[in-house]
């Protein structure tokens, strides 16, 4: 298999606005020991990929600077340690950086099969929403059948997925959006309810919905005033979950609230873990919702894809507001 010396990527030399991303010649990367190397068809586009571009969020330490978290597309060579048998399969990949570019590298436990059920381009839109949904919302919250939980931004690609795999997983689903259109677009995606955070009170509603015993669980990615909105939304030990702080990374929260009502507040971030983790978690999926995925039950709503060139393109889509799931790159 012939693979090149240099390739296409997106490596923005400086921070700055979307016009930074601009396509530039890098060399192909070689596999270390236990990685592969994919020949990129395609590659998810996630708001962490806007705060590395301004500058926000930078690469783990050893992790690629070429912007992207998620890829699908064909393994094309092997690093040691790694079996033969994985040679011209066709993966999707957690990355901690490098999936804007026409080859990157990944552990191979990061990987997961692309099945026949998923186009390239789906299967690039999985990887970074979906460890994160299923290690925060079903793993840290505990969330089960029979329960029902809040998420924050409904028609986000961390919104879509967690109402996947609520409906996969017999969990209740109420989720926030900005705009009535939003919040059509969430239901006919199949959550359960959906707020209009813009013209109504969730907290509220929340109360309504549930007939004032609360949600056993809230994912969110806002922070600041939210969280003790969220507090109010929760049954007693009920679980918060904080994933992001898009709205303020400090909170003033009710102490006794807490106390009295046994409530747990964690969160975590994804990209910094280890690969034993990921690994772990990879593991984890490929056993309890990769079935669904072979089966075509698994798919993230996609939203628009954009051709690398238009990396920038794609950012301002995301930064926008506007879309509704998945942004995704093509090679």
């Not at 017999?170 to 989720?175: A, D, L, R």
């Not at 056993?216 to 003790?228: E, I, K, R, T």
């Not at 102490?255 to 984890?284: P, Y």
Request: one cysteine or more.
């Amino acid at each position: 298999m012939n693979i090149p010396e240099t390739m296409q990527a997106i490596d923005p030399a400086q921070p700055g606005g979307p016009e930074v991303l601009v396509p530039v010649a890098r060399p192909v990367p070689r596999p270390a020991a236990g990685e592969v190397l994919i020949r990129v068809a395609a590659a998810g586009v996630n708001r962490p990929d806007v705060l590395q571009r301004k500058g926000m969020y930078p690469p783990p330490p050893g992790a690629s600077s070429v912007l992207g978290l998620e890829v699908a597309g064909e393994v094309v060579a092997l690093g040691a340690e790694v079996e033969g048998e994985y040679l011209g399969q066709p993966v999707c990949a957690l990355l901690a950086g490098g999936g804007y570019a026409e080859y990157a590298l990944a552990p191979i436990g990061q990987c997961l099969p692309v099945p026949e059920a998923l186009s390239m381009v789906e299967a690039a839109g999985l990887p970074e929403t979906l460890f994160t949904v299923w290690t925060n919302l079903f793993e840290r919250a505990f969330a089960s059948e029979g329960d029902t939980v809040l998420v924050h931004g409904g028609t986000s690609g961390i919104g879509t997925m967690a109402i996947t795999l609520c409906n996969l997983f017999g969990v209740t689903i109420i989720v926030t959006a900005g705009s009535d259109a939003k919040v059509a677009a969430a239901r006919a995606h199949g959550a359960d309810h959906a707020i209009n955070y813009t013209s109504e009170d969730f907290v509220e509603r929340v109360r309504e919905i549930t007939e004032g015993k609360g949600v056993a669980a809230v994912l969110d990615m806002v922070g600041g005033d939210y969280v003790p909105r969220n507090l109010a939304c929760l049954c007693d030990d009920g679980r918060h979950v904080s994933i992001a702080v898009q709205g303020g990374a400090t909170a003033t929260v009710p102490i006794f609230e807490i106390m009295r009502r046994r409530l747990t507040l964690t969160g975590s971030t994804l990209r910094g873990r280890d690969v034993q983790f990921k690994s772990m978690v990879a593991d984890e999926l490929a056993t309890t919702v990769w079935p669904h995925a072979e089966q075509g039950r698994l798919k993230p709503l996609l939203d628009r894809s954009y051709p690398l060139a238009e990396a920038a393109e794609a950012h301002r889509r995301m930064e926008a507001g506007d879309h509704m799931g998945k942004i995704v790159l093509t090679m």
